[in-house]
């Protein structure tokens, strides 16, 4: 009824078009922004959670070669049979689970929610957590609670159950490690929120490889959990590919919702190569797992400012003497780019999240924030 009277309206021929998007366009879109990415304009780019480091030539030189075989007058491979296979031996997926891939991550998330979605149905999250888990339940029409962490960024189990109990979520999202603040959480308290969980779990391991800890081999134990992971945070963001695992019961029916051929040709073809030469992929990770414990000793020597240890590519820190706006901007001023996230608000007032770059990067930061606050 609703949805006829606003294509009634929309014949009004003198209608400007403002107001035909503003009827069309569901409420809870309008009041949305899209996401929005900052131009870093040739600043060290330390904002995005990316691997700061380039493909080794001897690589790059295989990936074109490799390319230059890709039909891209066919579809691709509408099941990416090979890539999941590379995927299953790189990352010890146990045999009986099946995979989804994604466009990035993201798009599994969207997948998840596409195929469960119901009118007046809820998502649960602990907050504050990955922003796209609220963006696209909001998108899909179902409602998003946010069940703050505690004090030092942990589950609050009790409260959590709370939640669950009273909202009944369809899924419930745990990002392990959690982006923005970095930290894992304790693994008794996700595993009886797995148990105690009305609806799905998904755990997202987007940062696995720069951690020891992972639910991968929990797939067996609960059959209402999945695990998501990317490539994006270990050097290949720009293929945009996620995977998500899960008993086949599950990935059966989620997979009627994604689109025939969402892993493109080339994308295939080069992730597959990658993750074959993987060997340079874990040498950048350790090389980062190395270099995210000299950035958070160096900060955490530095007076004022406060610094959470991190099992990720990425640390959360806090100047306490100064606005974060004038942290953040210092430093773009002297050819840093990190993230804002102060105007999120709530446990992140005054804190900014700094991704782990080069040694020469990373150097960069530190001098400049130093320099900003006289040590
Ligand atoms: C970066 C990130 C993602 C999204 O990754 P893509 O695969 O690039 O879409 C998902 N979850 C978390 C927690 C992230 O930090």
Redesign the pocket.
Known sequence: MIAREALLLLRHATMNIADRVARLVRPEIRATRAYAVADAGGRIKLDA?ESPYPLPPEIKQAWLDTLREVEVNRYPDADARALKQSLREAMAIPADMELLL?N????L?QVVLLAVARPGSYVLAPTP??V?YEVITNAVGMDFVGVALTEDFGLDVVAMRTAMRRYEPLVTFI?CP??PTGNLFATDAVEELVSDAPGLVVI?E??FAFTDSSYIDHLHRYDNLLV?R????MGL?GL???LLAGAPAWIEELNKVRLPYNINSLTQASAQLMLKRREFIAEQVRQTRSERQRVFTALSDLAGVRVWPSETNFILFRVQSREAKDVYEGLYAAGVLVKNLDPQGGALHACLRVTIGTPVENDAFINALKEMLGA
Do not use: P, V
């Open positions: 959670m994604g990035g991550s993201d798009e998330i957590t990955f796209m990002a959690n982006n997202d987007a940062y998501l990317t490539l994006s945070k963001a945009r590919l996620g």
